[in-house]
């Protein structure tokens, strides 16, 4: 049976299907260790196999006294799982298809090798899971993440300091307008309370423009 040929050389396919995913392209050793995270698919691969296609006396031996659907929710949570780390790996969706492609391979490769035969019912499962996994882990991929709370904060903080600089700014401003405008206009001379007022207003700014540079660095 398929499903007992995966489980027997389980830690064999997993290496095999690592190194296939990797060929043709450099990786980091993030990257590589994210292909290379897919032993839970196979192992829910192998479950599946045995629950479909197990005899009732193997499904008695190994626990299983009936036959179940094909455990679909723990199969897509995972691949989304998956889908997610290879994104935050910075690999393309071609690595990703890649990556579930080749635990096919390596499975109907070691199968040839040893002169295993794969039933069709066993073969037609195995490409269902493919499928599934490879279907909900490019959603996942392809899925803008949702920043979380604390980043949702920080930017809030971000943008109310940034109108809060807005409004000093903008009140500096207009003291220093009214102020040349009065001195334009001859009410007051270029020294006193408004010409302090002004140089105070015009040191504030330059102050606020430097922060804001320095917060940019």
């Not at 479909?52 to 995972?78: D, F, I, W, Y």
């Not at 990703?96 to 073969?123: D, K, M, P, W």
């Not at 920043?147 to 401003?173: E, Q, W």
């Not at 307008?177 to 207003?201: F, I, Y």
């Amino acid at each position: 049976m398929l499903y007992e040929l995966i489980k027997e050389n389980r830690e064999l396919l997993l290496a095999r299907s690592a190194n296939l995913s990797a060929q043709g392209d450099q990786h980091s050793d993030t990257q590589t260790a994210a292909l290379g995270g897919i032993s839970v698919f196979l192992d829910q691969l192998t479950d599946t196999l045995h629950r479909e296609h197990a005899t009732p006396r193997e499904s008695v031996k190994s626990g299983l006294k009936t036959k179940s659907p094909a455990p679909a929710v723990q199969m897509s949570e995972s691949a989304s799982s998956h889908g997610h780390e290879l994104r935050d790996s910075n690999l393309n969706i071609g690595a990703l298809v890649r990556n579930y492609g080749s635990v096919c391979q390596a499975i109907t490769g070691h199968a040839i090798e040893v002169g295993a035969t794969i039933e069709v019912a066993e073969f037609r499962t195995l490409n269902w899971c493919l499928d599934e996994a490879i279907a909900q882990a490019v959603i996942a991929f392809t899925t803008p993440a949702a920043p979380d709370v604390h980043s949702l904060k920080a930017a809030r903080a971000r943008h109310d300091a940034r109108l809060d600089t807005l409004a000093t700014l903008t009140h500096h401003i207009e003291r220093v307008a009214q102020a040349v405008e009065a001195m334009r206009r001859g009410r007051v001379g270029h020294e006193g309370a408004t010409a302090k007022m002004l140089d105070a207003s015009l040191n504030a700014m330059r102050d606020l423009v430097a922060q804001g540079i320095d917060q940019q660095m």
